[in-house]
């Protein structure tokens, strides 16, 4: 019979359809039950402080810390989990779940968490990004620009609150184009590459799938030393409209994007772009961002995505 596997589950009982939220809990601890999972339950609440809680974990001894909510739950704790000896497991819950995905997590409760027994311990790359003195970890993406002004209305939008559309076209009508000057370092003896660019969107991507389930490339990978930058150099905001149309039906035009993997790179733009980390805000214009390779350890599926490319 195995041994008792102690873990801090951080729960988010806002996370996904809150209607369900007290019968989801009862599944997970039922979930836990049979699979000799023992957990100490931390429910988030407005302004919990989940830094105390992962600082907790590890001066007890406690190296599991599973997260029941969507990515932006995962995103704020795994934010204080970076470069420590601690393993994240996720339970996802959320609306749209994309960390799970990348990672193989089943979607259903009882796999998930068997996951936590049964996974395969992954150390994965973090991004990290910092702009106007502001320094955030992501494990998804960074967007910049029209996606970062677009991206609480898109949301709210997705959780039903239709009484914003109006504000979202307004927003959209309204965007000019930047001039965005980029400076990618590869790592490589060659040196830097400067790219200039006028357009609406950029992203720098650490996994293949974002957004609402959109593979943006398949060869993007979270375990290669790498970011990828995606720029939408050119493009229109309605032809941004058609592709985003288009990705969400599975088609990505990769022919519509100008495509980089770098170590770090450096951005300026003007007018001032609004850039955000994994759906947070993180500052405007500026900003330099740089990938910490196997920074994370997460409890994965053993035919999880995202696997290192060959050299």
Do not use: C
């Amino acid at each position: 019979m195995p041994k008792p596997l102690k873990v801090k589950l951080i729960y988010n009982y806002t996370a996904g359809n809150q209607n369900e939220s007290p019968q989801q809990l009862i599944d997970i601890l039922l979930a836990m039950q049979a699979n000799d999972i023992l957990p100490e339950v931390f429910v988030i609440e407005p302004g919990a402080d989940v830094r105390a809680v992962v600082r907790r974990a590890l001066a007890e001894g406690t190296r599991l810390v599973a997260v029941a909510g969507g990515d932006g739950t995962v995103d704020s704790v795994a934010h204080h989990m970076v470069r420590t000896p601690l393993r994240l497991g996720i339970i996802p819950i959320g609306t749209r779940n994309n960390l799970a995905l990348n990672l193989g997590v089943p979607a259903d409760i009882p796999g998930a968490v068997a996951l936590l027994r049964n996974g395969q311990p992954l150390r994965i790359d973090v991004g990290r990004a910092r702009s106007g003195g502001v320094t955030r970890h992501f494990l998804e993406l960074v967007t910049i620009g029209l996606v970062s002004d677009l991206y609480e209305l898109t949301d709210d939008l997705q959780h039903g609150d239709v009484t914003r559309i109006g504000e979202w076209i307004s927003t959209f009508m309204a965007a000019e184009p930047s001039q965005a000057l980029l400076t990618l370092d590869a790592g490589s003896k060659l040196g830097h590459r400067r790219v200039k660019a006028s357009g609406h969107v950029v992203l720098v991507a650490n996994m293949p799938y974002i957004g609402p389930n959109i593979q943006i490339d398949p060869k993007v990978s979270y375990r290669d030393g790498k970011l990828d930058v995606f720029v939408f150099s050119d493009m229109t905001k309605f032809h941004f409209i058609s592709f985003a149309i288009r990705s969400l039906a599975g088609t990505v035009d990769q022919e519509a994007l100008k495509h980089y993997q770098v170590k770090q790179l450096r951005l300026h733009s003007l007018p001032a772009m609004n850039i955000m980390a994994d759906g947070l805000e993180l500052g405007h214009g500026s900003a330099r961002i740089e990938v910490l390779p196997k920074a994370l350890t997460v409890m994965a599926a053993h035919t999880a995505r995202g696997k290192a490319r060959r050299k």
